[in-house]
Each structure stands twice: as structure tokens, then as C-alpha cells.
């Protein structure tokens, strides 16, 4: 029997535990906070439940315009009753997996791991766990790392979860600051941003770019932008955070350009860093790459057999999808198994801003720059006769395909439900659908998703070879 030790309980490593379980493999998961990782207990599921929130208030806006009369400054938010539901529903996702693991025969290790090969090269390893009752050595055919990451700190501006904090303390608030300024605009940012806006929060964007979201789509990143703009929120661009420092009511944060921002609480929303310091790497020979993130190829693998990594340690996309289909992949090539390497470029990934920002396959950046021929069409939503009934003026459905062939390579959707929406371009773009599929397929009337087939039909050719 395969002996499998995975580092980490977070997607990439549950997810490859439930495979490797399935395949008849005797696996270990060594988890050092709870089963589901970083991803369940502090990052993805915390933060959407938060905007989940944030979603029911952003949604109160434009009540008025669909004749009801709804009083935004009579509503007022439980923050108590808002974070016990954020810590709660992670707790019990956490629970439920472990319960599906241990149901599946995998063994769960409360601690910490790390690699205690006696020197690099052998061919099978061992993994030292560090447990409350002392330390176990776990001999293993297959290692997976997936110790995930956490978040960056800068140096002048160390959390101290009171005024300046990181993500995962911003559900310990007693209440809602009153000025809340988000420094770094990439996802993170600017999901925090979106949330705390539509809680009434007044909100300063630090962006060290001209834009909110500059790794996005522009025209979505636009549309977020007079968001904010309309709701109050300021961003501050060409803004390099160099230190923010506690003052009697607030925070300072001082600009690498001399500009001081003041605010209530600084949230630091400035990326992550691998966990990949302490596990022993230097044990088995693997040398972390760029930034202390692990290189893997496409089915996972390290530069040392035996050893697979997949999830935020890789830095690949640092997407809860991903993490799991790295970790899947690693042990069915771990295993044996047929296993198609991972395609990033039919990764669907979604912003959990109001209105949502999700995206698959190429972007309109590579395409303007030349990098991908394909032609395109930008349907805005104020055409659709749904989102007219419910009075959304905002967003739109864009869609990339194959200058020759139609074949499907992109698309983006701007909506407040666009995470729903963009599959049936992701299932086009993995599946190599063309314009015609879309144009063809029935969509309901009226309904949002009727965008997307009129995007098909709008980027159809009609010649005389058809
Ligand atoms: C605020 C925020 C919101 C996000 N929202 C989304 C979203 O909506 N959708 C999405 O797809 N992605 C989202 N992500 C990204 C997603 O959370 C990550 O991509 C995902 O958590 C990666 O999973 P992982 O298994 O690699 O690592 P993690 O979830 O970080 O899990 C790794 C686990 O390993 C443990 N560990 C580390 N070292 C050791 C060790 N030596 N021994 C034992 N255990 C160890 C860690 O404590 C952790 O529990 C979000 C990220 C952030 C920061
Ligand atoms: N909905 C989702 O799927 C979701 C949500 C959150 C995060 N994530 C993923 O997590 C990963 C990390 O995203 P992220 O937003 O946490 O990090 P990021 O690294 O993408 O963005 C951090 C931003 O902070 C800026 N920055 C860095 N130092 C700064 C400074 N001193 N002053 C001002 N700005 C500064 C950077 O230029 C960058 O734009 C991404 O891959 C993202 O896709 C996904």
C-alpha cells in the first residue's frame, strides 16, 4: 500500500487526501489549525460569508426603484450577530470535512510537519510531526505539500489587531470602523473594499497602481470603480504604502511619495507569502524558487521525486480551485493513474466585489496586446431586458473566440451574480466550444444569462462556406 503524508489540511491537501483514499492509499494529513486550511477558517469562506452580508445591504440600494420604499439609514448591521455567523459557519465547514476524511480512512495528525530525511536523494522520506504529546516520525512512499501561505506583513505597518489588521482580525472588531482605509487593491482589497462600502463604512482604496484590481479586466475594474465613487469610497492611486503608524484617534499611512492618509483602521491587504520556511525543504533538496514559493510542473510534481507540492506553497493561482485540482492531480500521478496536466487557462475565478467580477480563459489584455488573435463582442447589460426588470444598469457580458473558427476562448461577466454566470463560458472555453454552440443554445427569456448567447450569436460569421 502507498504510504501518503500530506502537509496541510487546506483544499489542495484535503482534496488530494479524499483521491488518494479512493485509490486504496494509506494517508496521513498532518494539519497544524483545522482541517480546510487557512482557505475555510480565515480567507475564502470567512470573507464570503461576510459579503454575504454586505451582499444583503448592496442589494437595499436600488430597492427604490423597484417601488419599495426601504429606509438605508433606519437599517442598521448586528456586527456581533454578522461575525459569530462568519466563525460559526467556518467551524462547521471545518468539522464537516474532517468528518468526510476520517469517513474516507484517512488519518488526521493535530501538529505541525516537516521534512527529516537523514540526507537528500533517498527514495522514500519521512516526515517529522510535531504534536501537543511530542513527535512522531512518519515514514512515506509520496509526500504532498500543501502548506498554503499568510499574510504579507510589512514592516511598517505590523498588524496589531487593533487599528491595524490583517484580514483574518478583522472579524474580532467590537464595531465597524468608521474609516476604514484598504491598503493594496488587488482581490483581497478591494472584496474588503466592496463589503465595508456597502456596510456604510467610509472607505479609502491605497492602490499602488492607476487602478483598483490591475491584474482584472479593465472595463470590470471601471465599472467597480464608479461603484465606489458613487457610494463614497476614495481610491488613492499611484499610493505605495510605506509605513502606517497608530495615532490618539486612528491610523497614519505614510506614501512612499510624502502623502499621509489618515483613517480609523488600516486593513492590510498587500498579498501572501508561502509557507515554506520551516518544513525542512533544505532535508529532501527542494530549493524554493522566486518569493519562497515551491516550482511544480503540471501534474504537480517537485524537483524531487517522491515529492509533490500543489496549492498557495506553488503560488500558481492562488485560487481555492486550483489548489484542490493541483492536489487531485498529484495523486492520481502519484498513483498511477491517467491524469491530464492542469490547464490554467480554463481556470474560472471570480472578484466578490458588488457587482461581481468573474472571468475565464484569455483576457482582453493579451488580446489587445497582440499576445492572443481573437475577435471579441461587449454586451453591456443595460440591453438585457432582465436586468432592466430588475433595474441593474451596471455590468456587462464580454466574449472572446478564435478569429477563424469561433472556438470560444474567453469571457468575462460583470453582474451581481456573475459568479453564476460566467459557467456556461467556462464550460464553452474548456470543452472548445464555438459562438455557434452558445448562439444556438436555448437560454431562458428573460434572464441575465441571455447575454451570453446573444454575445454567441453577435460573434457568429455567416459566409458562403457555412
Ligand atoms: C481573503 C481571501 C479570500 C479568498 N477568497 C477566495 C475565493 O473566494 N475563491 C477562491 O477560489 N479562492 C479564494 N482565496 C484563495 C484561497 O483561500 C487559497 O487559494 C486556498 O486557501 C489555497 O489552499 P491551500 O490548500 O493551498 O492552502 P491553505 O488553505 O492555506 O491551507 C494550508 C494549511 O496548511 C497548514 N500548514 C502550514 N504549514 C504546516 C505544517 N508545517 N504542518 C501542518 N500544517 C501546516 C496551514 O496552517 C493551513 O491550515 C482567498 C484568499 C484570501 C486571502
Ligand atoms: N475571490 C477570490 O477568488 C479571491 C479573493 C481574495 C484573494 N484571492 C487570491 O489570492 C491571491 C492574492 O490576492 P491578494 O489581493 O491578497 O494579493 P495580491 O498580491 O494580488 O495584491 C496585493 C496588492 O497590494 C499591492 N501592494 C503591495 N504592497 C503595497 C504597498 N506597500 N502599498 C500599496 N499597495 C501595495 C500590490 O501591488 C498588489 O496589487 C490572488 O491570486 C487572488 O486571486 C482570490
Known amino acids: 500500500m502507498t504510504r501518503i ?13 479524499l ?15 483545522g482541517l480546510g486550511g487557512a482557505c475555510v477558517l480565515y480567507d475564502c469562506v470567512p470573507s464570503k460569508t461576510f459579503i454575504a452580508s454586505s451582499g444583503a445591504l448592496a442589494k437595499m440600494h436600488d430597492l427604490g426603484e423597484l417601488g419599495i420604499n426601504t429606509d438605508l439609514a433606519d ?15 467556518a467551524l462547521a465547514q471545518s468539522a464537516d470535512i474532517r468528518a468526510r476524511v476520517q469517513r474516507e480512512g484517512v488519518r488526521v495528525i493535530a501538529g505541525e510537519a516537516r521534512f527529516c530525511d537523514e540526507e537528500p536523494g533517498l527514495a522514500t522520506h519521512k516526515v517529522a510531526v510535531t504534536t501537543k504529546d511530542g513527535t512522531e516520525k512518519l515514514p512515506a512512499d509520496v ?7 499568510t499574510p504579507r506583513v510589512l514592516p511598517g505597518a505590523v498588524p496589531d489587531g487593533e487599528r491595524i489588521l490583517d484580514w483574518r482580525q478583522l472579524y474580532e472588531l467590537q464595531e465597524l470602523p468608521e474609516h476604514l482605509a484598504v491598503i493594496g487593491s488587488g482581490v483581497t482589497g478591494a472584496e474588503f473594499a466592496s463589503a465595508y462600502t456597502e456596510m456604510g463604512v467610509k472607505v479609502t482604496v491605497v492602490s499602488s497602481r492607476d487602478r483598483v484590481l490591475p491584474h482584472e479586466d479593465a472595463d470590470a475594474a471601471a465599472v467597480l470603480e464608479e461603484v465606489f465613487s458613487q457610494r463614497g469610497t476614495t481610491v488613492a492611486k499611484q499610493a505605495r504604502a510605506d509605513r502606517v503608524v497608530r495615532t490618539e484617534k486612528g491610523v497614519e499611512i505614510h506614501l512612499a511619495d510624502g502623502r499621509v492618509i489618515e483613517a480609523s483602521h488600516a486593513l492590510m491587504t498587500v498579498g501572501s507569502v508561502p509557507n515554506t520556511q520551516d518544513i525542512g ?10 518569493g519562497g514559493f515551491i516550482t511544480v510542473d503540471r501534474v504537480s510534481r517537485t524537483s524531487v521525486p517522491g515529492i509533490y507540492a500543489a496549492g498557495d506553497c506553488t503560488g500558481v493561482l492562488m485560487l481555492a480551485s486550483v489548489a484542490s485540482m493541483q492536489g487531485r492531480i498529484a495523486m492520481w500521478h502519484a498513483l498511477g493513474e491517467g491524469v491530464a496536466p492542469i ?10 466585489t458588488h457587482p461581481e467580477i468573474a472571468t475565464v480563459g484569455i483576457s482582453q489584455q493579451a488580446i489587445d496586446s497582440g499576445e492572443v488573435p481573437a475577435r471579441t463582442i461587449m454586451l453591456p447589460l443595460a440591453t438585457n431586458a432582465r436586468a432592466k426588470m430588475e433595474g441593474l444598469r451596471r455590468g456587462f457580458v464580454k466574449l472572446f473566440c478564435r478569429p477563424a473558427t469561433g472556438v470560444v476562448v474567453g469571457g468575462v461577466v460583470v453582474a451581481p451574480t456573475a459568479s453564476e454566470l460566467i459557467l456556461p463560458i467556462a464550460l464553452a472555453v474548456q470543452n472548445q466550444l464555438t459562438v455557434d454552440h452558445l448562439a444556438l443554445t436555448f437560454s431562458v427569456y428573460p434572464s441575465l444569462s441571455g447575454s451570453i448567447t446573444e454575445a454567441g450569436r453577435q460573434l457568429m460569421r455567416h459566409d458562403d462556406l457555412d
Do not use: C, W
Open 19 to 33: 483521491v488518494a483514499a479512493q485509490h486504496g492509499a494509506d494517508v496521513t494529513i498532518v494539519e497544524r489549525d
Open 343 to 352: 490547464k490554467l487557462k480554463t481556470v474560472a475565478a471570480n472578484v466578490f
Open 143 to 149: 509526500v504532498l505539500i500543501a502548506t498554503g501561505a
Open 75 to 89: 437599517t442598521s448591521i448586528d456586527l456581533p450577530t454578522v461575525h459569530g455567523r462568519v466563525k460559526g459557519l
Open 5 to 17: 503524508v500530506i502537509m496541510g489540511g487546506g483544499p489542495a491537501g484535503y482534496e488530494a487526501a
Open 281 to 290: 525543504l533544505d532535508k529532501v533538496g527542494i530549493e524554493p524558487g522566486p
